[in-house]
């Protein structure tokens, strides 16, 4: 069983960056739709970015295209998640997913029926 751990989390102030991770274990990252989700408090979780099985499955939310960067390390079995010029209202707790059945466009839509890691927050304040 496939399971997900997220770290890289903290406390920034605006216009910072943060690097986040999510390690996989119990099986190969290649096979798998993998994607980053966040859920701010008091609001639905929602799609960031997404890398699917093929090197250019790449799909970002509007809301931080030009800002975060997901990204593959295979020797480490690790998705990444660079987030730069961070704002307050990228305030959440980050989710790792991975989905073994859906290519990687299609996590931009529910449902949701993969792993899911337990998180790691983000918090961007002055």
């Known amino acids: 069983q496939v399971q997900l751990e997220e770290s890289g989390g903290g406390l920034v102030h605006p216009g910072a960056s943060l690097r986040l991770s999510c390690a996989v274990s119990?099986?190969?990252?290649?096979?798998?739709?993998m994607g980053w989700f966040r859920q701010a408090p008091g609001r639905e979780r929602e799609f960031v970015a997404t890398?699917?099985?093929?090197?250019?499955?790449?799909y970002y939310a509007d809301s931080v295209r030009g800002r975060f960067t997901i990204s593959r390390e295979f020797s480490k079995n690790m998705v990444l998640l660079q987030l730069n010029s961070l704002q307050p209202e990228d305030t959440a707790d980050y989710y790792c997913?991975?989905?073994?059945?859906?290519?990687?466009?299609?996590?931009?839509?529910?449902?949701?029926?993969?792993?899911w890691g337990q998180g790691t927050q983000v918090t961007v304040s002055s």
């Open positions: 119990g099986g190969d990252l290649r096979g798998y739709a």
């Open positions: 890398f699917g099985r093929g090197p250019n499955d790449i």
């Open positions: 997913y991975a989905d073994p059945a859906k290519a990687g466009w299609a996590l931009q839509r529910g449902p949701y029926k993969g792993i």
